[in-house]
């Protein structure tokens, strides 16, 4: 097998410093979406673009270093074909930091997408209150103009609740 598993090593050890990185700013989006912090939510924002990018570029250059065995082995098949079983544990070590920490963004990204959804979902429920109180006479027709019937209000909790 011919891949520099030094160079390969490098890449992993860089990966997993990058996706620390990415989550620590997925986990201060949070706060700032619970905050209501538009500005820094931008910023971190920013930043988890920019880490994705280099994420790309270690993922293309692993890739790149995977496929110099020429037989387009994974990263799992070229641990397990190392003969230095040091090195393949220390290279399975990193990959499953690395799968963790991935699992744990995915599981914290999703909780932003939630707390994005409800809080838009506040601000449609306050522009309909909004335009009630300055359109009273559009608030009792439906959106085909037919007369509402029963209008039934829809409790909306706060954002801190939902976090």
């Known amino acids: ?16 410093d990058i996706f620390s990185k990415l989550e620590k700013n997925i986990i201060d989006k949070k706060k700032h979406l619970v905050k209501s912090d538009i500005e820094s939510v931008r910023i971190v924002d920013i930043e988890i673009e ?31 074909e190392l003969e230095d079983k040091n090195k ?11 799968k963790t920490i991935v699992s744990n963004i995915y ?7 939630q707390l994005i959804e409800h809080s838009l979902k506040l601000i449609e429920h306050t522009v309909k209150i909004i335009t009630n109180v300055f359109m009273p006479e559009s608030s009792a027709y439906n959106s085909l103009g037919r007369v509402k019937k029963n209008q039934v209000q829809t409790g909306v909790s706060s954002i801190s609740q939902e976090a």
């Open 1 to 16: 097998m011919q891949v520099n598993i030094l160079e390969l090593e490098n890449v992993l050890i860089q990966e997993l």
């Open 50 to 80: 920019k880490l994705s990018d280099l994420i790309k570029d270690l993922e293309f250059k692993k890739a790149k270093i995977l496929s110099k065995t020429g037989k387009n082995l994974n990263l799992s098949k070229v641990i397990e």
């Open 88 to 98: 393949a544990k220390t290279l399975s070590l990193l990959k499953e930091k690395i």
């Open 107 to 113: 599981r914290q990204n999703n909780i932003n997408s």
